[in-house]
C-alpha cells in the first residue's frame, strides 16, 4: 500500500466518481491538510450544497493532518519562486509536507506536472 498527500484537485475528483482517482483512495492511503479541506468544502458547497458538503467533510477528518509552523517558509519560498504557476497556499503547503513525510503528492493541477514527487494525474 503505498500512502500519498491528497491535495484538492484529488480530493474533488475522488468524490465525483472519476475512476483515475478512485484506486488512490481505495487500495492505498494518504493524509491532506485543513486547507484542502477548506478549499474541497468550497467546491462542494457551489454545486451541491451545504448538507452535501458538510457530509465530505466528515468523510476527510480522519485523514487530516496539521502542519508544524516550520512547513511555512519552505512552502512559501516554493509559492514564491514558482508565481507564474499560480499555485494555491494550500497547495504548496501540502507539496512541502508531501516532500517532508517523503510521500508524493497526488494531483492534476498542471502547476505540479513534471516536478519531483509528484503523482500526475489528470482528469480528462
Known sequence: MTRFFYDSYAIIEFINNN???????????GVTTLYNALEV?????????????????????????????SYVEESMKFRLENREKKLSYADCLGYIMAKRLKIKFLTGDEGFRNLPNVEFVKAN
Open 41 to 69: 468544502y468550497y467546491s462542494i458547497i457551489q454545486e451541491g450544497g451545504v448538507t452535501e458538503a458538510k457530509k465530505v467533510l466528515e468523510l476527510l477528518k480522519p485523514i487530516i493532518t496539521y502542519p508544524d509552523l
Open 19 to 29: 475512476t483515475k482517482f478512485i484506486s488512490y483512495f481505495t487500495e492505498n492511503e
